[in-house]
């Protein structure tokens, strides 16, 4: 964390004055006073010249720039109120700043920052009141960390040059595995820590050499010398494969785009020992979301769970649904025949190709604990968790709603029909 600032003071500035009488430069000024040349220079300049600053002077501008207004969300108003029936509800305090702005664009009395909300929150006193306000964030720390805080990272044990890099490379080259190596380290090192490293770590420096000779002799060493590192799992998918599938790159233009509404991407959550498991469903312009309970994990619970769902979504904005290739659809030919709706599958083992469920997985999470059961949550408290996640405010919608973005879409369609008839 990085040092905090502080204001120049009256002392400070005396200094500054008497210096610039004697001559002194800027950087000699800094030196004396313990400050960077830039802070002397900008302070000198806000006088106007070396030879109009006056001490008394300075320190009454400063004052006086510091002097503040009513604050926004001072206790007692209207905003703060807001503010905390917002933040209760779930919303961030960067939902709540984007929301206020929206709502009350032309009153800046309403806008304030999420690093003002954040102030207010962590500025609460110690009480039942803090605890809910702090508890309400996604992440509820109880005291409030830099944006950087956490980020230092400890130095490489294989940076380059090291003597334990130099070490594992001469190992390779006599035929040691990245395994052995490691369990060799920890079995001659056994107290030194610092010498303690995992055969990933061996590999990932193989792997992040660069293209040359030294690289082609390291990856040479391996028992099986790939060119470039393979996951654990790939090409060992042994969950079979769906009949007449069709790949997410036959999609249309227009699901890519998100101008379109009426395409979907969607994905199960699953409860503890995957035994019970809920879908989620998530339209990719708008962002509204669909939970739908299931009863069971298997395809037949999956055909009648988004077969109910889907059939009361108007037709005009049943698209497209994309799916990953669970065996959950195995029955996606008579779910397409059932709504009228196209089904096309990522590719395995690649969550980014439908990221708006996959973010909004993470959010239902909130609301659906990893390791419940999920079978115990009925599909009224289901629709009241997809309500409010569809009433919180998104910054890709310019901090619209979900709910308020699909009631436009469908407005929309519905003045569309009206107009042709």
Request: hydrophobic share 35%; with cysteine; aromatic share 6%.
């Amino acid at each position: 964390m990085g040092q905090s600032y502080s204001q120049l003071g009256i002392e400070e500035r005396n200094w500054i004055h008497r210096l610039l009488n004697e001559g002194c430069s800027l950087r000699q000024i800094a030196r004396v006073v313990g400050r960077s040349p830039s802070t002397v220079s900008r302070e000198v300049a806000r006088a106007g010249s070396h030879r109009s600053y006056d001490a008394a002077s300075a320190q009454g501008m400063a004052l006086r720039r510091r002097r503040r207004g009513p604050r926004k969300l001072a206790a007692g108003t209207a905003l703060l109120k807001l503010v905390r029936a917002w933040l209760r509800v779930g919303y961030s305090p960067q939902q709540i700043a984007g929301r206020l702005r929206r709502m009350y664009a032309h009153q800046p009395e309403f806008h304030v920052s999420h690093e003002t909300i954040y102030c207010v929150i962590y500025a609460t006193p110690r009480g039942e009141l803090r605890r809910e306000l702090i508890g309400s964030l996604r992440k509820a720390h109880k005291e409030r960390r830099s944006r950087g805080a956490g980020n230092d990272r400890r130095p490489r044990k294989l940076a380059a040059g090291t003597a334990l890099l130099k070490l594992v490379r001469a190992w390779l080259r006599v035929g040691y595995s990245p395994q052995q190596i490691a369990g060799r380290l920890r079995r001659m090192y056994a107290h030194q820590p610092e010498f303690h490293v995992s055969h990933e770590t061996i590999y990932c420096v193989i792997y992040a050499t660069p293209r040359g000779e030294l690289r082609r002799e390291l990856i040479g060493s391996l028992r099986k010398a790939h060119k470039e590192r393979r996951s654990r799992g790939a090409g060992n998918d042994r969950r079979g494969k769906l009949q007449d599938m069709r790949s997410i790159h036959e999609r249309p233009e227009e699901v890519f785009d998100r101008l379109v509404p009426g395409h979907w991407e969607g994905d199960l959550i699953k409860g503890a020992g995957n035994r019970s498991a809920v879908a989620t469903l998530v339209e990719r312009k708008t962002r509204f979301v669909v939970l739908a309970k299931m009863d069971g994990c298997g395809a037949e619970a999956a055909l009648e769970a988004l077969t109910k769902k889907f059939r009361r979504v108007p037709l005009a904005l049943r698209k497209s649904l994309t799916y990953d290739q669970g065996k959950e659809m195995a029955h996606h030919a008579e779910l397409t025949r059932r709504v009228s709706i196209e089904v096309f599958f990522a590719d395995p083992h690649s969550p980014w190709q439908r990221p708006s469920n996959e973010n909004m997985n993470g959010l239902v999470r909130e609301y659906l604990p990893k390791g419940d059961d999920l079978s115990v949550f009925s599909q009224g408290y289901l629709n009241r968790v997809a309500k409010a996640l569809n009433y919180r405010p998104r910054a890709v919608l310019d901090f619209a709603t979900p709910a308020e973005a699909m009631a436009e879409e469908i407005n929309k369609l519905r003045t569309g029909v009206a107009s042709q008839t």
